[in-house]
Every structure is written in C-alpha cells, then in structure tokens.
C-alpha cells in the first residue's frame, strides 16, 4: 500500500528541508483565471492552477522558512513535496512531486497575530504558491 499519511511529509524549497517550519502542505488545483483556453486545453478538461498551499510558522531567524520567503519574494524555486518522508530517493512508498514555485507574499497576516493563553504557542502564516506548470509525480527511483 502506499497510503499518504500525516506525518511523514518533508518539504524542501530551492533544496533546503524547511519540515520543521511547515504544519500544513499541500497541492491544490483549480480553473485557472486565464481568458484563452485551447483547443487542446478544452480536450484535457480545461487549464489548471496549482498551488502549494502551506502553513508555516512565523520565525525572523535568517534560516527560516518564513524569513527565506520574506526575502525571495518575487522569485521563482524549486520545490519537492514528499508526503511520505523519504526526502532522498523516491519509490511508490515514498513518492516525491516537484515543480517550480513562484514565492509571493501572502494575502491577510504576514507577521503577527492573536493573544494565546498557551506559553508554547506561535504565530502562523498561511501561504499559497502557484506552480509555474503542473507538478511532476515520481514513483521511480
């Protein structure tokens, strides 16, 4: 079986594993707002968005997941989402899915937040990035 679990997952920007950083990963896709759609396009179903969509945690530290975004803002990276660990080299077990993620700054809180009555609490940043292109699914080491 090669069930995704939840708690596994390792993501990797522009290839550093920012996994301690991020408590929400995933790949969403949608019609995508462009006004010209194919022939070719029509046939397949129609153009897709697709985006990453994490939850990271906010953190000034300069090897943060949240300070790299703060300060590539703009730039297009690499990603690899591994939904069942691995992080080195993929399988059925342990797939992996790349792309090319454009990095831009959130839509709401970008740094601050709530009061919390828990002491260990910290303050998240949602965050979606779209993909340049449809991301790549790899089974095969």
Known sequence: ??????????????GTDFSASVSKCAISSGETDDGFVSFADALAGGKRDYMLDLVIRQDTATDSLWYYAWSVAGSDVAVE????GGGTTESVTTPKITGTVTITEPDG?????????????V????ISWQFTGKPVLDVTP
């Open 1 to 14: 079986m090669a069930i995704i679990g939840t708690r596994r997952t390792i993501l990797k920007v522009d």
């Open 81 to 84: 989402f591994w939904p069942n």
């Open 109 to 121: 809180d970008l740094v601050g937040g709530e009061a919390k009555r828990s002491t260990t609490a």
């Open 123 to 126: 303050n998240v940043v949602k």
